[in-house]
């Protein structure tokens, strides 16, 4: 790329040590104290990664041993954790951009719903204690409904933490984190997600059905544990004084004395969230980007497990003859042809001869060690040319490898390589989007406009993924089509980005960006 796509980089600062120095609002950070600050979020992020990766494949994995319906799934799974996230989210938002106390304005909605996350995990843990004490009393139901009810309801309280302490985390990056480095954090970031990823994908996910108790408790220890170091150790800065609430206008008539009522009263907050964050023409344009660039890779993410365990039934898993086939030509290029005992230790590595979720682990693993090499250069990109340019990038990638993977799916070999490729570059796209959110909110109400963007995005996702769940129930789990509605995703992506960068061009573009201010 040229110097003149490359986004503007800031003077370099030395202290009085000559020490290289980076300044974020009153917050200034050495070598040291930059490495320190990453050490104490990623510490946080290694369990909250592997409890985000291990809660949805896991519940999978359990729903599909009980035989739920794919609505039953999504309802548990996404529309009720999105209704509680649209409650949520902007209430603690709001009052975590305009909290001013002795340890910060995230620290401590960080700390008081950690508890809750844990508690969740360790109900879905003891699930199995919990249904065989309710199954005494409540006959009249199987036990498997019992106990597919103590898991729904633990998943739930969890979510309910998750949702909570996910409001306010990244606004804990965008203010402690210096904005130079938002990519290559961000970078660091998806590395540690990743390696929690391939923790979980290629040695627990197989384990899921016999061992999910220790797994749910374990990580939920760790979790609780870790997040609770990052709180006692991460230092805020100091904060201009939250902006005051806008004068109340006197209304004539019986309906605008009321409305003038509400908003000098409780609801008055709720009138000012409302005011401030969707009436910007362009932060809707910025809700619209951040909310489809997630949709191309959506449907095979929520639907994966489910298609692997379809093609299972099918036999399509049964037939191995091309993987080993692919697998003898490789080592016959490198002289081991012949190695019969080389062969099997390969294909027992690869799980060439499991069941479709068991093979779903090997690879996806396999694909989270290449986004994982790829992770740092991909940040580095994102810092040096604009995580949106990044991202458009990427989206086009996305779009030709579903063309050249999906159509020709039919037995375990085609399956994998088109989850690693799906991984692999949806990995990208999250990596190089990492911080665009961070670029484009503005620093004194980020959590609220992120959660804004969640409000808008849950509204969405209401209607968009009961209807996903009800069509493949239509077309009779035909999880086949699941790269299909992606790819036509994916091209609208694209073309939501060709119309917003007009509008971006006009706050300064990639070089001089500056958020509009309310």
Request: glycine share 10%; charged share 10%; hydrophobic share 50%.
């Amino acid at each position: 790329m040229s110097t003149q796509n490359q986004a503007q980089q800031p003077t370099q600062e030395y202290n009085e040590k000559g020490q290289k120095i980076w300044r974020h609002g009153t917050l200034t950070y050495t070598v040291g104290g930059l490495v320190l600050l990453f050490a104490l979020l990623l510490g946080a992020d290694l369990p909250w990664a592997l409890r985000d990766r291990s809660v949805q494949p896991s519940m999978q994995v359990l729903f599909g041993i009980f035989k739920t319906t794919t609505w039953y799934y999504g309802v548990i799974a996404v529309t009720l954790p999105t209704v509680m996230g649209m409650v949520m989210g902007p209430i603690i938002s709001y009052k975590s951009d305009r909290h001013r106390g002795r340890f910060g304005r995230r620290i401590p909605y960080l700390f008081f719903t950690t508890p809750l996350v844990v508690l969740g995990m360790l109900g879905m843990a003891g699930s199995t204690v919990a249904a065989n004490f309710i199954y005494q009393y409540a006959s009249h139901w199987s036990y498997n409904e019992v106990k597919l009810m103590t898991l729904s309801l633990s998943w739930l309280f969890f979510d309910v933490g998750a949702i909570a302490g996910g409001a306010v985390f990244m606004a804990l990056v965008k203010d402690v984190v210096p904005t130079h480095f938002f990519g290559r954090f961000m970078s660091l970031f998806r590395i540690v997600g990743l390696l929690a990823g391939i923790l979980f994908n290629y040695a627990l996910i197989v384990k899921v059905e016999t061992h999910y108790p220790y797994i749910f408790g374990g990580i939920g220890l760790l979790f609780g544990i870790a997040v609770f170091i990052m709180c006692i150790f991460v230092k805020e800065g100091e904060y201009p004084p939250p902006p005051e609430p806008p004068p109340v206008p006197e209304r004539e008539g019986r309906f605008g004395a009321l409305l003038t009522r509400l908003q000098k009263g409780h609801l008055g907050p709720l009138f000012v969230y409302a005011k401030e964050s969707f009436a910007s023409k362009y932060y809707w344009m910025v809700f619209v980007i951040l909310i489809t660039l997630g949709l191309m890779f959506g449907p095979v993410n929520s639907f994966v497990i489910f298609y692997a365990q379809a093609l299972d039934e099918s036999g399509a898993m049964s037939d191995t003859a091309s993987f080993e086939r692919v697998i003898r030509s490789v080592l016959a290029f490198f002289g081991q042809g012949g190695n019969t005992l080389l062969f099997d230790n390969v294909c027992a590595f690869m799980g060439v001869h499991e069941k479709g979720v068991g093979i779903f682990g090997k690879f996806t693993a396999l694909s989270y060690l290449i986004s994982l090499t790829l992770a740092y250069p991909l940040g580095w990109l994102a810092d040096r040319y604009h995580p949106l340019r990044c991202s458009m990038v990427v989206l086009g990638l996305g779009l030709v490898t579903y063309a050249v993977t999906a159509p020709f799916i039919s037995d375990k070999l085609t399956f994998t390589i088109a989850i690693v490729a799906h991984n692999t570059i949806s990995g990208c796209l999250w990596t190089v989007s990492a911080s665009l959110a961070l670029r484009l909110f503005p620093q004194a109400r980020f959590a609220q406009f992120g959660s804004a963007c969640g409000l808008a995005g849950g509204i969405f996702v209401l209607i968009y993924f009961p209807l996903l769940s009800l069509f493949f129930d239509k077309l009779g789990k035909n999880y086949y089509y699941t790269f299909h509605v992606g790819f036509v995703l994916g091209l609208i992506s694209l073309v939501v980005c060709f119309i917003f960068i007009p509008f971006f061009k006009k706050q300064g573009g990639y070089d001089n960006y500056v958020a509009p201010e309310l």
